[in-house]
């Protein structure tokens, strides 16, 4: 099987932001506390070799999408799902865990959430507590990676007067003067004759502090280079967290780098580029959570968010594991009993059947193919080939038309453009947004994953679809930024898990609705990658999924909700930056706020159950169907269900023998469920 083969050529390498100055040199930014080094757990991946320009070229260019106008330098990629892409294309807050941040006028305000949770809403909103003011009448974006970003305030005569640093993770805004400056933070701050200025606290008993030279009824004078830095004391900060903190506001971030491993565990290393002195940096839930490297430098207090409590460390590289996930086709059902054979392939015969045309938008169009490559592949494991040859035949065809690179200039759908303002690769047939560059990881995740079931050992028809689909694998997980395509479009390295939203106009921040399916597209961009014989990628995918996997039990379905006891629900459905929401985008039913975290439940998904007691599993499948599983996404509860032991994956199987049609979701097929709950 695949899950064999994907972690072959695992050896080593880098991954990393560019920067204007050249490569980074890791040990230059880590901090004086002995943090893990950037080897910690398995060694640093070797990088897939990507040549951008080629791929794009191979497709029409083509201005398909509106989306706003992006404020960015020259040479800067506009950056769509990111964390902070609500400031990139408008003027919307955005939440850099701890704080939060938003341009306003002449300058920005920052904040620090305070989760509120009711029956179904955590809601950490931005409320300003300091509002700073340069005189700036323009912001533009001047360097940008996965997990930083730099925005350069400009005077009505677009000249530089200084720029301001955020980086997910810090716990620390800085603005570095270009010129002589004057600062003015108006808030909670009381001047001290040196050092930072220390509040007396906010309404919420904050203690805001500033770092910078001068500091005089509010104001801070500063010659070309000189920097202030704001921050906010930790609840219940500890000896040292003072003193790290105005170390790093002393220090803007750069730039973050990112490192990956892929053994035993997967690891993720983030170094937070200083100028020079030592950083700052907080551990989020999912990146304490279960093994982890031992840390030193940390324990200084934590700040609240709608995540669950940071954790202060002072130091600039933070490393984490994650679970290893590996990467598989479909449900292994060589062990399967007879009646199980037989009652897989009786549901076979009626899925061939019922497959209805292949849709011609890239998400309902790549459900249709994944769920028919699935069958295809299935069928031929189940030891019924013959059954199944019409619709591999069917099938490769569509994805050869997906991928013919010409294809969109002979028709006007199934088939791929470039869009250089966007730059984005795009289906023409717009669904969910998807000409505002949303949900992109989902929708090609389904097409890369079918191309990797039916590509696998069959190179000639890997090599017709190569072109484009390896176009798409780049647009939404490009290791290396270029000047045609972000770097890792769709996964944020700091949050462990994508983001959904394109441009992100909303006062919440960035969101990602579907977890499961994020953690569908990362196995199918290893799928695609194993077939296709690219290794390095294969061992991208596997880090991306596995990281995923560990980030939407975190927050989506067994996340610990100990802090938020107004909350009244066993899930969280909807994640946002700086929300989390019992709800869903198109339907209020529990079946679908459960459902949407499960489809289309291939066997990768198997790791939602790692390290969850089987009584979590009941309860939100109890939550999502309390009058039985005659629901819209009821094969994918029962599929579910199946996980919290043997006689719940007895009771699946009778269940999904009588559940009617309309209960299975059209991106997978009763063959694919029981096979799921059989192969164990």
């Not at 199918?524 to 061992?539: E, I, K, N, V, Y």
């Not at 991208?540 to 995923?548: C, F, G, I, K, V």
């Not at 299975?664 to 097929?669: F, V």
Request: with cysteine; charged share 15%; proline share 7%.
């Amino acid at each position: 099987m695949l899950a064999s083969t994907v972690l072959v050529g695992m050896l080593v390498g880098t991954l990393v932001a560019c920067t204007a100055s050249g490569g980074p040199d890791p040990s230059a930014a880590t901090g004086s506390t002995g943090e893990p080094s950037p080897a910690a757990g398995p060694p640093d991946a070797a990088v897939p070799d990507l040549e951008t320009a080629a791929l794009v070229a191979a497709v029409p260019e083509r201005a398909v999408t509106d989306l706003p106008a992006a404020r960015v330098a020259d040479g800067v990629v506009p950056q769509t799902n990111r964390w902070y892409s609500g400031l990139v294309f408008g003027d919307q807050p955005v939440f850099a865990q701890p704080l939060s941040f938003q341009l306003d006028g002449p300058g920005f305000t920052i904040g620090l959430p305070r989760p509120v949770a009711t029956a179904a809403t955590i809601a950490g909103s931005h409320v300003p507590a300091l509002t700073v003011d340069v005189g700036a009448a323009e912001a533009v974006v001047t360097a940008a990676d996965p997990v930083a970003v730099t925005i350069e305030l400009r005077d009505d005569a677009g000249d530089a007067l200084g720029s301001v640093a955020l980086a997910e993770g810090s716990p620390v805004v800085t603005f570095t003067a270009a010129r002589a400056v004057t600062v003015r933070t108006a808030g909670p701050l009381v001047a001290t004759p040196e050092g930072p200025a220390t509040a007396s606290g906010d309404e919420d008993s904050t203690s805001w502090q500033l770092v910078g030279p001068g500091y005089d009824e509010g104001a801070s004078e500063l010659a070309a280079g000189d920097v202030v830095g704001w921050y906010a004391l930790p609840d219940d900060a500890a000896d040292g967290a003072a003193v790290a903190l105005a170390d790093a506001a002393a220090h803007p971030v750069e730039g973050v780098d990112v490192t990956y491993g892929v053994g035993d565990v997967v690891r993720t290393t983030l170094t937070y580029r200083t100028t020079g002195g030592p950083g700052a940096y907080v551990l989020a839930p999912h990146q304490r959570a279960g093994e982890q490297p031992g840390r030193t430098g940390c324990g200084l207090g934590t700040y609240a968010s709608v995540g669950g409590d940071l954790e202060l460390c002072a130091g600039s590289a933070l490393t984490s594991f994650a679970p290893l996930v590996v990467p598989a086709s479909v449900p292994e059902v060589t062990a399967v009993t007879a009646d199980e054979r037989t009652a897989m392939l009786t549901a076979l015969e009626a899925d061939v059947a019922a497959t209805d045309p292949f849709g011609s938008d890239t998400y309902f169009g790549g459900k249709a193919l994944f769920r028919a490559a699935t069958l295809v592949v299935l069928g031929e494991e189940l030891g019924a080939p013959a059954e199944v040859a019409d619709l591999r035949e069917r099938t490769s065809a569509a994805l050869r038309e997906w991928a013919q690179p010409d294809g969109c200039e002979q028709r006007d759908a199934r088939c791929v453009v470039y869009d250089e303002g966007a730059r984005s690769a795009l289906g023409l047939t717009p669904s969910f947004g998807s000409d505002q560059l949303n949900d992109h990881h989902f929708h090609y995740g389904y097409l890369l994953a079918a191309a990797g079931l039916l590509g696998a050992g069959d190179r000639a028809l890997t090599a017709d679809l190569a072109p484009v689909l390896d176009l798409l694998a780049a647009d939404i997980a490009a290791a290396t930024p270029s000047e045609a395509l972000p770097q890792l479009r769709s996964f944020d390295p700091y949050a462990g898990h994508s983001w959904a939203s394109g441009t992100a106009p909303f006062a919440d921040g960035n969101n990602q609705e579907s977890s499961s399916e994020a953690v569908n597209a990362w196995n199918g961009l290893a799928l695609w990658a194993a077939a296709s014989g690219q290794d390095d990628l294969a061992t991208q995918a596997t880090w991306m999924l596995s990281t995923e996997s560990a980030a939407a039990r975190a927050y989506w379905t067994a996340p610990d909700l100990g802090a938020f006891t107004g909350y009244e629900h066993e899930i969280v459905s909807l994640v946002w930056g700086g929300k989390r929401d019992w709800a869903t985008w198109f339907s209020p039913d529990p079946d679908a706020i459960l459902g949407i975290q499960l489809l289309p439940m291939g066997p990768a998904q198997r790791a939602l159950a790692t390290d969850v007691p089987p009584e979590r599993i009941r309860a939100a499948v109890q939550e999502a169907t309390p009058n039985g599983f005659d629901v819209p996404f009821g094969g994918y509860v029962l599929a579910y269900l199946s996980l919290a032991g043997e006689q719940d994956a007895a009771q699946a199987w009778d269940a999904l023998l009588s559940l009617p049609d309309d209960a299975i979701d059209d991106g997978t097929s009763r063959t694919a469920l029981l096979a799921f709950v059989a192969g164990g």
